[in-house]
């Protein structure tokens, strides 16, 4: 069974301070990577996809991919109180545009 | 209407029930998708189509049955659950290999 791991979290940063989640696949063969943020209640909502090593920057987000460490991360700077969230990770595994879902980590931005 | 449209957002039915869940996409992508969301566990993934034909099961049981007359809308027919079954019910949609689009869900209580 392919896997995608999170820390739960929660994780705490105060407002401003740059946020760090992490996720590790196992699947080697997969070439496609999402995050996704998802609030209390509501659907996933896709903030970053990254299919090449290296970093990709959107605004506050930027994505981080090392393949050969089978390690995905994201990186949010400036962080407000709206960013606490879940922040999902999503891998393409076992067939094409076939998502696999890390549990999520809690992130809590306080002012 | 926009984007992927679930309806209902919330259902309660008892275990004899049999109801059904819908999903609408207003993207023109051409794969749909059944995940099931339950707390504190990883999205998992049920069903898939591309182009309206079922590619995956996801080793789902027979109480669930999907329905995807075409490439815009898609069903989840529900029989007999359990309670166990309770959970988040999310469709989305995707076009290639660019992430998908959730829908709001349906909220589902078997009692």
């Known amino acids: 069974q392919k896997e995608v791991e999170q820390n739960s979290g929660p994780l705490s940063v105060p407002e401003g301070a740059i946020a760090s989640l992490n996720c590790t696949y196992s699947?080697?063969?997969?070439?496609?990577f999402f995050w996704y943020r998802q609030y209390s209640g509501k659907s996933p909502e896709l903030i970053m996809f990254?299919?090449?090593?290296g970093d990709k920057e959107d605004g506050r987000f930027t994505a981080q991919l090392n393949k050969a460490s089978q390690y995905v991360s994201l990186l949010i700077r400036d962080s407000q109180p709206s960013d606490s969230a879940t922040y999902l990770c999503?891998?393409?595994?076992?067939?094409?545009?076939?998502?696999?879902f890390g549990a999520g980590t809690r992130l809590a931005v306080h002012p | 209407e926009t984007g992927v449209t679930q309806t209902p957002r919330h259902l309660v039915m008892g275990m004899t029930n049999k109801k059904s869940l819908k999903c609408e996409q207003h993207l023109g992508h051409n794969a749909m998708y059944w995940y099931k969301q339950s707390a504190k566990k990883p999205l998992e993934l049920m069903f898939v189509?591309?182009?309206?034909?079922?590619?995956e099961n996801n080793s789902v049981p027979s109480r669930f049955s999907p329905e995807c007359p075409n490439s815009s809308h898609l069903f989840l027919h529900l029989h007999t659950l359990q309670p166990e079954d309770s959970a988040l019910y999310l469709c989305a949609s995707s076009q290639d290999r660019g992430g998908y689009t959730f829908g709001s869900g349906t909220r589902l209580t078997v009692v």
């Open positions: 990254i299919y090449s090593n």
């Open positions: 189509y591309n182009f309206k034909e079922q590619t």
């Open positions: 699947d080697r063969g997969s070439q496609s």
């Open positions: 999503a891998v393409e595994s076992g067939g094409y545009n076939k998502l696999i």
